[in-house]
T-cell receptor, first 108, second 113 residues
């Protein structure tokens, strides 16, 4: 059983489209992080959300932390081919967990 | 500044052989993490160190796996004896902020035949 479930697992869209990916858990997290991983490389941290209901923006990426701190979402506006990669949410206290991941492909 | 350095980048070995993966964290970072990534299980935390001391090794799959951090600039993950099911990409990461804001290395792709 995965502590952090992400959906969808795979997503293929055309350049310019908008998309949202989700990270859900039955557990409460004090904070959640989002990473992006490109093929052949390690994950790179995008953002950390720490307050329930918090919204953070990073250029065309908008991250939201659920009010109950059990879920988070990542919205990408006007997706570009450079957004292609594996998006991972992560969190934990004494133990640290990565989500199941969403593999995004943006087609030019 | 150099990022996290891992070596080798690729390792192919036969079942039963000993494998040693190496990691140099970012200078000044006092947390070091070892992860394993597979298609089936995703990215799993194996063990992490704080100030060279192992803090949580509950993710280490079995006694065949061991990790050491003899000083602040070097860590090893050893598998002895290796098995085909150990085939995966192994990542090392370091951090100044505990479990948060981890910086990952490029990974070592291990294939055990």
């Amino acid at each position: 059983t995965q502590l952090l479930e992400q959906s969808p697992q795979f997503l293929s869209i055309q350049e310019g489209e908008n998309l949202t990916v989700y990270c859900n858990s039955s557990s409460v997290f004090s904070s959640l992080q989002w990473y992006r991983q490109e093929p052949g490389e390690g994950p790179v941290l995008l953002v950390t959300v720490v307050t329930g209901g918090e919204v953070k923006k990073l250029k065309r990426l908008t991250f939201q932390f659920g009010d109950a701190r059990k879920d988070s979402s990542l919205h990408i506006t006007a997706a570009q081919p450079g957004d292609t990669g594996l998006y991972l949410c992560a969190g934990g206290e004494s133990q640290f967990y990565f989500g199941t991941g969403t593999s995004l492909t943006v087609i030019p | 500044d150099a990022g996290v350095i891992q070596s080798p980048r690729h390792e192919v070995t036969e079942m039963g052989q000993e494998v040693t993966l190496r990691c140099k964290p970012i200078s000044g970072h006092d947390y070091l993490f070892w992860y394993r990534q597979t298609m089936m299980r995703g990215l799993e935390l194996l063990i992490y160190f704080n100030n060279n001391v192992p803090i949580d090794d509950s993710g280490m799959p079995e006694d065949r796996f061991s990790a050491k951090m003899p000083n602040a600039s070097f860590s090893t993950l050893k598998i002895q004896p290796s098995e085909p099911r150990d085939s995966a990409v192994y990542f090392c990461a370091s951090s100044l902020a505990g479990l948060y804001e981890q910086y990952f290395g490029p990974g070592t792709r291990l294939t055990v035949t």
